[in-house]
């Protein structure tokens, strides 16, 4: 468990100014937010979904094999503070349980700080010269098939195609790779797949080789034959061409691709409503419309949990961080705020936070997503923790007379 801060929402980067080579600096507040595209507020949703995942976790297994994820949010010190600067927040004070998998709060935390660090890979991979091939597998699967086994199948098929000597040529030209494994859930089952970006001295690649390999490493592992069309994916770009793609496929998406998949939403394919498909988060949200129980939903959302327990979401190939500067930061520290250089903070005792936590904890939710809108005085008016703003003062608690259920826009 950790004992940092957490964050949503933050300010643009700007990787054009990074040059190769060059330290970097002030990684924490490196960050760059999704515009909010729901109508509901994002915050208090991700705390929506923890607590269902919280919920339905401690309910579904035996206490001592309860994930991170059940105790994430507990306090951990003498006081709790949520801290805001400039659109971001973060929590000090708590436990984080870091997981990508089973955590909405987490992951967004998380994958947001990974984007940026991807993000700045491709930059300084161009002034490298390299270029870059965005590669996703998949594997053929049934709704029988567990997700622990498809799995299984992608770690050892891609081991296997490793050692394969018709892909001697293309590893000797790789630099590295960064890999993210996504899963989405739909009426087939489970679909797990892995996004890989290939850095290469090459500006081409076997794309029929990789195809090849692949097929015949899945069915090693145990699966059926993946389609050609399918099984394997690449887009290219070349190096000179890398800042054309990603301006052509806006906001940044090759990272959002490859580290935010916590942000798509469910989906029903056709009118009987009979295919679907969505993000394992949706199971466990009521807004998502799905043709299947909640009971069946909450039963997926705890194999999908105990499935992915010691999976590595989002991996850069061993030296590839030092070849592109890219200095290494924990998943305790992406996204924290230095108490220190806040625009102000909403100070909990321990007792406070943990009732409110425990009884009110849409409150909390609140009061982030007030804080993510740097609106800090309408926090008076929840009537919760001690307000402090950056000039020192500290403001009395007001009653309100603008309240009302905070839970409201989230429904
Ligand atoms: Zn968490």
Not at 223 to 230: I, K
Not at 289 to 316: C, F, N
Request: charged content about 25%; proline content about 4%.
């Amino acid at each position: 468990m950790s004992v940092n801060s957490e964050s949503v929402s933050a300010s643009a980067s700007s990787p054009s100014s990074t040059e190769v080579g060059a330290p970097l600096v002030n990684r924490k507040v490196l960050s760059q937010d999704v515009p909010e595209s729901e109508s509901r507020p994002r915050i208090m949703h991700r705390w929506a979904i923890r607590r269902a995942s919280q919920r339905v976790l401690c309910a579904a297994i035996p206490k001592e094999e309860w994930p991170r994820v059940v105790r994430c949010g507990w306090s951990m010190g003498a006081l709790v503070s949520l801290l805001g600067q400039e659109g971001r927040t973060s929590w000090s004070g708590i436990e984080h349980c870091n997981s990508l998998w089973a955590c909405p709060i987490c992951s967004a935390r998380i994958r947001e700080g990974r984007r940026n660090e991807i993000q700045e890979g491709f930059e300084r991979s161009k002034k490298l010269g390299w270029s870059a091939f965005f590669v996703t597998f998949t594997v053929p699967h049934t709704i029988d098939t567990p997700l622990d086994q498809s799995l299984g199948a992608i770690r050892e098929a891609y081991a296997r195609m490793r050692r394969y000597s018709s892909l001697r040529d293309f590893w000797s030209a790789v630099e590295g790779v960064i890999k993210a494994t996504e899963i989405q859930v739909g009426n087939n089952g489970f679909h797990p797949h892995l996004h890989c970006v290939y850095f290469t001295r090459e500006s081409s690649i076997d794309e029929a080789a990789l195809k090849r390999s692949w097929a015949r490493a899945v069915v090693k592992a145990g699966l059926a034959r993946p389609s050609e069309t399918v099984g394997v994916v690449v887009k290219e770009a070349t190096s000179s061409g890398i800042s054309n793609y990603l301006t052509k496929i806006q906001e940044n998406k090759i990272s959002l691709e490859l580290t935010r998949s916590d942000l798509k939403r469910g989906r029903v394919n056709d009118e009987s409503g009979s295919s679907w498909h969505c993000s394992p988060f949706d199971l466990l949200d009521p807004d998502i419309e799905l043709p299947i129980s909640m009971a069946q939903r909450q039963r997926l959302w705890v194999d999908y949990v105990r499935a992915t327990k010691g999976v590595s979401a989002i991996r850069w190939s061993k030296g590839l961080k030092k070849k592109l500067s890219i200095g290494e930061v924990s998943d305790d520290d992406l996204g924290a705020l230095d108490p220190n250089e806040v625009e102000a903070q909403l100070v909990f005792l321990r007792k406070e936070y943990q009732r409110l936590f425990k009884d009110s904890p849409e409150l909390l939710a609140k009061a982030q997503q007030l804080f993510a809108a740097q609106r800090y005085e309408e926090v008076l008016n929840l009537g919760i923790g001690e307000l402090i703003l950056d000039d020192g003062s500290n403001l009395p608690d007001t009653d309100s007379a603008t309240y009302s259920d905070p839970w409201e826009s989230v429904a």
